[in-house]
């Protein structure tokens, strides 16, 4: 998301490394708590990132997150969520 720090603030949390038979992967999992800046909303986010290296650098970078969470905590209507399941698992 472009400009992260100036719509969210957040603490990332609860790191976690998970070993692979790649000594070149490296795949973490943390959470972010905090904020929407514009809403004052809660964004509480699950992140899995996925990191490849090759001779000490980095090679690939991908995240995985569930963009409804950013969604939900963006929105200041929630019926603009319209029918799509909410990072909470509902309507």
């Known amino acids: 998301m472009d400009n992260f720090p100036k719509h969210f603030r957040v603490d990332f949390i609860d790191l976690r490394f998970h070993e ?15 904020v929407a800046l514009a809403t004052g909303r809660p964004y509480n986010q699950t992140y899995i990132s996925v990191v490849e290296t090759k001779n000490g650098k980095i090679t ?32």
Do not use: K
């Open 60 to 91: 690939r970078y991908v995240d995985f997150w569930n963009p409804l969470v950013a969604a939900e905590a963006l929105s200041t209507d929630q019926t603009e969520l319209g029918g799509v399941v909410t990072a909470s698992g509902s309507d």
């Open 20 to 34: 692979t038979v790649e000594p070149s992967l490296v795949i973490a999992e943390f959470r972010s708590q905090g």
